[in-house]
């Protein structure tokens, strides 16, 4: 999910702030080797015997995957000669005025596999920014992997200025998996900028910053809803940055809050490079919701005609397709919680704007006794919801964003 800003962070259930699900402890200092391991014999085996596989006891380590260093050629010149930079991705070179397809190796499995991270590389044929786009990062946040699909779809090296950078499967180890973390419980978007040698989310994070982020002047990287919680579409962003602000406000999602980065977030290690990010949240895990998708495709579509990487909407297309509202302003949010067990029936739907003291749902049990009323505490926005009504004591149910 996100990294979210610093109410959200005195807030521990932020959306991308929860604690790993409950699983075995794992030692993040124990090594855990990449082939068989040379461990002690077992019992009841003759150490003195003839083994005639003895010569394969020791499996050879992984081979190092292809040099994914990026290499530097002479710029080449465009229709309108200007100089078009070269750009090379995976040891690829991606020629302006092509589409170009990548896969970056990151693991293999036991099964001797090789898992990599596909990447789209789209080139105009004039030269312009390069923006990445990234979904995934939590392999179960599902809606960023289609806005992604149909931006590609729409985009084409003719109409293009510049670079995209298309990565719709981030973290494909949670992918196929169906799970938010990799096969180590770690967080993908909590280890950040990352290390060519650390754990394996350490390593693809550093893959991820050294071969795409590193080439791009912005990013946007597109999230879900965590653990059962449904987000209202929305832009999280630094609105302290005036271009970040504008690019955001060019996204016109419904809500746009303005959001510090976290340690160890992609958005918090692009930042430190002055590179400006945007956070899209929408929908729910492991689902397709059809609303957070188109929203997130106009949104990133508006974003690159504001970087003028495409050209304006025609006047046919603004009287067909008006632009949305002007997206509301949050400079901040909360979750208000359960101040009992029970079962949550919501009153206030996502997008609603309500009054202090408004009432957003109630807890009850099951025969609708014992009931205890949930109150909104400040003027504001319903951003988010949780879906399961099954609530404990101290559970965020309705997160809410503060309007001025």
Known sequence: MNDDSSDLAKDELAENDLEPLAGPTIDPSEEIPGDLPNGEPNAGIDDDAEDASAETDTMPADPEPPDLTPRTDVPVPSQDGAAIRPLTVGGTVCPAGARTHVELPVGRLP?????????EIVRGERPGPTVWLTAAIHGDELNGVEVIRR????????????TLLAVPIVNVFGFNARSRYLPDRRDLNRSFPGSASGSSASQLAHLLMTEVVAHADVGLDLHTGSDHRFNLPQIRANLEDAETLRLAEAFHAPVTMHSGVRDGSLRGAATALGKPVLLYEAGEPQRFNGESIEVGVRGVLSVLRALDMLPPRSAASKAKHPDPPPSVRVPSSTWVRAKRSGIFRPTANLGVHVSKGDRLGGIADAFGRNRSALKAPFDGVVIARANNPLVHRGDGVVHLGRVE
């Open 151 to 162: 931006v590609l779809a729409k985009v084409t090296c003719e109409k293009l200025r510049g």
């Open 111 to 119: 099964t001797e596999t090789w898992l990599n991270v596909p990447v």
